[in-house]
């Protein structure tokens, strides 16, 4: 399967193909930050977007329209409207050139990389306009993740969703439905790129800070790091089936609204890949290929969801091999302004 239709093949890829062809076209449809109303004119703006547009478009143009993507990332939930529009046979043969046109942008070349040690920050983010920068980020350096913590956290709920399955089969009930090591003490940096002090900035699911303010720390990684690299559903797969947490009963609910199925669900036990990788990374392209579908596994009878994972994103299963070093810069934006420097 060539790159372009394994990113059509997951929602996440698909919508954000379709942001981009909006990004590239001159319909009014699609202008001054508006979107097509309805499927129809969906399908009409992005079967005429000229696909060589695509490399005219500026980094910051595409990743903000890759924030598209990651904005309306709900894994609790079915797919809503705008995502079935895209799955859509025609719509997705209409994203097809414009996926195809990605990789002539100098800029995306990154998108298949490995973690970058070189340039990885911690962005320490601001949840309301009032609120005082805590000074207790990243304290404590030198704790560990405390992982074994978190798989008792999720056997113990694991445990209570069972008990309220017995009671009552039928019961649909919502809880946590994210497949990233949290909560424990693990870290997440992402790398910086030109103009935008680190991509999670622009790339975050499930934000509920401001998005207006942040501050944003280099970091040094530790040369002796082993690090896992996700890169696509294969590699997704190959770790869940290589450190097995079934959870059938705590994401039956969530990942059957998400996906439509009822599977014999599991997590990556991430306390025991902390015993051989110090992190796991998701590229850009890892992301756009693989969350939010329903992946079997094959040592196993079942499958897995990746949920709650940022493009680009390294969690530290091992948060003493990277430091904040240096002072912080400090982030902001102003509605649908590019995130800057702040004076």
């Given at each position: ?134 000074e207790t980020f990243w304290s404590n350096q030198d704790q560990d993740a405390d992982l ?38 693990v870290r997440v940096t992402s790398r910086a790129r030109q103009n935008l002090g680190a ?145």
């Amino acid at each position: 399967m060539d790159t372009a239709r394994h990113v059509l093949t997951s929602p996440r890829g698909r919508r954000f193909a379709a942001h981009l062809g909006y990004a590239c076209s001159t319909d009014e449809r699609a202008s001054n930050y508006l979107e097509p109303l309805t499927q129809a004119d969906a399908l009409d703006v992005l079967a005429a977007v000229d696909a060589e547009t695509v490399a005219q478009l500026s980094e910051l143009d595409v990743l903000e329209a890759f924030s598209r993507a990651t904005d309306f990332a709900r894994y609790w939930q079915p797919p809503d409207e705008e995502d079935l529009w895209f799955a859509d046979p025609a719509t997705v043969t209409a994203l097809h050139p414009i996926v195809e046109a990605v990789p002539t942008c100098g800029h995306a070349r990154w998108w298949s990389t490995p973690t970058d040690p070189t340039c990885q920050r911690a962005v320490q983010k601001r949840y309301t306009s009032t609120e005082e920068w805590s000074e207790t980020f990243w304290s404590n350096q030198d704790q560990d993740a405390d992982l074994p913590a978190w798989r008792r956290h999720v056997l113990d709920d694991e445990d209570r969703f069972r008990r309220f399955l017995d009671a009552d089969p039928e019961r649909q009930i919502s809880g946590e439905w994210w497949s990233t090591p949290v909560p424990s003490r693990v870290r997440v940096t992402s790398r910086a790129r030109q103009n935008l002090g680190a991509v999670e900035l622009l790339l975050a699911e499930d934000d509920d800070s401001d998005g207006r303010h942040a501050r944003v720390w280099p970091v040094h990684v530790d040369d002796s790091a082993r690090v896992y690299e996700i890169t696509g559903p294969d590699t997704w797969t190959h770790l869940v089936d290589t450190y097995p947490l079934a959870v059938a009963a705590s994401r039956r609910s969530d990942w059957y609204e998400a996906t439509g199925e009822h599977l014999r669900w599991y997590l990556p036990d991430w306390a025991a890949v902390s015993i051989d990788y110090d992190a796991v990374h998701l590229t850009v392209l890892g992301y756009l290929t693989t969350p939010g579908l329903a992946l079997p596994l094959s040592a196993h009878t079942g499958a897995s969801v990746p949920a709650g994972w940022d493009p680009d994103a390294t969690f530290w299963l091992d948060p003493r091999l990277v430091r904040t070093c240096g002072a912080p810069v400090e982030w902001q934006r102003a509605g649908d302004t590019p995130w800057v420097p702040a004076p």
